[in-house]
Every structure is written in C-alpha cells, then in structure tokens.
C-alpha cells in the first residue's frame, strides 16, 4: 500500500508515512486507494475479538507490518484496559447506542490508537532501516498529549514532547500530563489555544524539520500522523459487527454515528471506514461552540475569522481542524493543488470556499450541528435523569446533537432512519467539575472533590488512572509563547 501527500507529488510505504508523520510539502499521508473490507470478511469479523478485527483492518493499510506482529502489538496494547473490551457498545433504547471509549490508560478515546503507535513507529523504523533517536512532537487539546506521554514513556529510542494550550485543558488533563513519569518525556504549556500550539507544531516540521532531522528523527503523534488515524477505523467496524452479533441489525444494514469534534480525526475514520465498505448511512459531526465546521456545513465556506471560545468541551475548542484537509482533498477528487492552495488562503485569509458540487457531496455524507453550552449541560443531566448513565462533556455535546438529528427525521415521515451510535470519547472522571454542575447544579474548585461527589451520585467506577494521579508531584512547570516552542524542542533534545 501506498500513500501520497493531499497536496500532490510525493508517494511513500506506510512505514515511511507513519515515520515521517506528515508530507515534506506540508501536506497529510492518505491512502493511494482506499482497500476495501470484502463482505466475507466482514462475517468473519463477528466471531473475532476486538485485537483479531482490529489487525485486519489495519493489515489493509500496513501490508509490509508482519501480521503475526501487528496482532500482537494490538493484544498487548488493549490488555492494559479495563475490562474485557477495549471498545464496549452499550445499547440505550429507540435505536441508540453509546460506544464507550475510554477504558484505556488515561481514559480518553485516544488511547485506542496512542497504545499502539509506539509499536507502529518502532517496527517502521526497523522496516526503512532507521535507528536513529526519534523525537514525538505533538500539540494537544488536552487527551492526546497525555495518551501520548503514556504511550511512549520509558520506550528505548524515543522521547515524546508535549505543547498544551495554558487555559484551554481541564484541570484534571492538566494533573495527567504535568505528573507524568519518564526520563524521555517533556510537557510545555503555550500561552495561546489550541490552534497556536497546533500551528507552532505545524511550523516546526515544515521549516525546521532539517535542522531537527541532524539529531534525531521527527515525527509526530497528533492525527496529522496516519498511524494515529488508522487505528481509530477499526472501532467503527468492531461496533457494527457487535450491532450485528447482538441481533440489533442485520448484515448490510446501515447505521448512523455520531461524532463530538474537534480536529476532525475521530470522524474522519468513520469516513475510513465507509470508504472501505462499511455499510454507513450517515456521520453527524457535533461541534462546540467553536462551530467551524457546522458553519461549514450550512454556508460552505471554512471560516476561522471569529471569536475562539473556551468551553467546558476543552478538547473540542479549535477553529483549524487539521485533519479536514483530507476529506477536502476527497471532496475535490484529490485535487493535490486545489487543496494546496486552500490551505495557503486558510493560512493567510483565515477561510476558503467549496464548490457546490464538493458542498453537496460532503452534505450528502455528513450532518453537521453544534451545542453550546447550556444544551451541553441540560442533555448530560437529562440523560442522567432518564436512564442513570453519566457521560462527559464531549460526549454531552454529541448526545445533543445526536438527539436533535433523531427529533428531526421522527418528524420527517419520509426520512431514512437507521441505528444510532453515539461515540463517548472521555470519561466523565476526566472533567468532574463541569459534569458534576451538570448533574447537581453545584460548582467545587478542587478536581478531587469534584470526582469524589461524582462517583456518590453514580456509583460509576473511578478509574485508577484518575485515581494515581492525585497525590503525584508535578514534573512540568514551563509555559512559553509561541514563538518560544522550536528553542525548547531544542533545549529538549540537547
């Protein structure tokens, strides 16, 4: 299998893809052609367990990655969550579904593909020869970074260096990532959001890569980098195949999912996955406040130029989300200069435009809504009320979405109605203080106070990740603007 870069020209393995994180020209890895998951074994999938399904759909894309290896780096990966099912479907009523996925390590969605990656670099690395160090650099809206440390601390070779926007994480992601152990580790905060970190990462592969490169090895472990993204395919065709095997669909039928979204990564995997055969109907896009993409939806331009609101959903506040950037490269039917040349306007004017014809299609696939903040907290404690299950605010916001995409076709006599899942992307341990206001109403300045009282009212397990983290010192103290990043990347490596 090969890749190319969504703004044209270069062409590498998938080894060299997840190596080098992101394309020289400044573009993202995407499949040459999307491989197809055939319906025979898409049965066969059914009676495989999460590690087995995921293997085969990554095989898909990494076919020079030993499939004995590739297996067993998933088993060994998933074995450190909780619970037997790395990815467990949990049936609500009237068609809906929640697929929890944050039984990991640090209890965020991210975990499903930050526990393998480290596996995926290394044995790229050995593929092409490589034995440099090598240098993860990532920007974080709060879950990635911690998925990242915890991934790759204390792994020979390799140190991992984290930037996270100064007020815009949780308190608690904040605790994750600044008390986390490693000698090969480093956490800055930058004094900015979400977007100056992902542009300051951005900048540094695209004009210091070079000079990096004369020390050690450059890659990244955002969803810039494909081997963050291809892991994440496989729980959409693991949550189908348990739909099937529960006897709530029958084989070929579609099923809607729906997304909370910020960087456009989660999503787009479902986008994967239907490219590949997945018998998708449609993929909501539920935003925050920060409703870039909602916006794109209804009026087809992408428009950054407007107010960047903090909210209680933190790793959903971006307005650049890069991994939109390969759907658009679809869209125009992977025109590598049409999207070379929208990123250069989103760059310098803030926006860009899609044709009718790209609008249509991405409307035909997509439904795209937001929630603020206000129906972020009423459908968490309505939720709550009606069936005694919390959920965190990433995935209060999906719900809500979730819920008026459902009103809508129940209105709609002549609509296609198909399952619903809605995606859980945290646990709500990771943001106590804003789901305990949604639950109770009432505000506490202390984290630990705020999951102690949680888990009163829900009897819902606290997870040890939260748990351990509570009396750990804090490691990471250094806060920079962002112009500051490449000096300490330098500082770091020595």
């Known amino acids: 299998m090969e890749f190319i870069s969504t703004r044209g020209g270069e062409r590498v393995t998938g080894a060299q893809a997840i190596v080098n994180g992101m394309a020289v020209d400044g573009g993202l890895y995407v499949p040459a052609v999307f491989p197809r998951i055939s319906a025979e074994e898409l049965s066969a999938m059914l ?213 909370p979204t910020g960087n456009f990564g989660n999503i787009l995997a479902g986008y994967y996955a239907m490219r590949m055969g997945l018998p998708v109907g449609k993929l909501l896009c539920a935003s925050n406040r920060n409703c870039v993409l909602s916006d794109l939806w209804k009026t087809g331009t992408y428009d950054t130029k407007r107010p960047f609101w903090r909210t209680m959903s933190p790793s959903m506040d971006i307005l650049v989300s890069s991994n939109f950037e390969r759907l658009i490269f679809e869209l125009s039917n992977r025109d590598g200069a049409l999207t070379s040349e929208r990123m250069r306007s989103l760059a310098q004017t803030g926006r860009y435009s899609l044709g009718a014809e790209e609008l249509n299609e991405f409307r035909d696939l997509f439904y795209a809504d937001f929630a603020n903040e206000d129906d972020t907290v009423e459908c968490i404690y309505d939720f709550f009320e009606e069936y005694g299950y919390p959920m965190d605010t990433h995935t209060g916001v999906a719900m809500c979405v979730a819920n008026r995409y459902k009103k809508k076709l129940d209105d709609d006599p002549m609509s296609e109605k198909h399952p619903l899942v809605v995606l859980s992307t945290a646990s709500p341990y990771k943001f106590p203080q804003d789901v305990l206001y949604a639950l109770t109403g009432n505000d506490v300045k202390d984290s630990f106070k705020g999951v102690k009282r949680i888990h009163l009212l829900t009897a819902m397990k606290v997870p040890e990740a939260i748990k351990s983290v509570r009396y750990k010192p804090i490691r990471f103290k250094t806060t920079v603007s962002s112009d500051k990043m490449l000096a300490e990347v330098l500082k770091f490596i020595g």
């Not at 050995?126 to 915890?150: F, N, P, Q, W, Y």
């Open 47 to 259: 009676g495989m367990d999460y590690a087995e399904r995921a293997a085969l759909v990554l095989g898909k894309y990494l076919d020079e990655y030993d499939p004995a290896g590739l297996l067993s780096a998933l088993r060994s990966a998933y074995a450190n969550f909780e619970g037997d099912d790395p990815a467990p479907l949990v049936r609500m009523d009237n068609g809906m579904y929640v697929l929890e996925l944050f039984h990991g390590p640090t209890c965020a969605f991210k975990d499903m593909a930050l526990t393998v990656l480290p596996y995926l670099l290394r044995e790229g690395c050995r593929l092409l020869g490589i034995d440099k160090e090598v240098l993860v650099l990532t920007a974080t809206s709060g879950d990635t970074g911690k998925a990242a440390l915890e991934g790759f601390a204390g792994k020979d070779g390799v140190k991992v260096m984290v930037f996270y926007p100064e007020e815009g994480v949780s308190g608690m992601q904040k605790l994750q990532m600044c008390t986390q152990d490693g000698d090969n580790v480093n956490v800055v905060a930058v004094r900015g959001n979400f977007d100056d970190c992902q542009a300051g990462v951005k900048k540094i592969f695209r004009k210091h890569r070079a000079e990096i490169g004369q020390e050690v090895l450059l890659t990244s472990a955002n969803s810039i980098n494909f081997g963050r993204l291809a892991p994440q395919i496989a729980y959409y065709f693991s949550a189908y195949c348990d739909l099937v095997t529960s006897s709530q669909i029958g084989m070929g039928d579609k099923v809607d999912f729906c997304v």
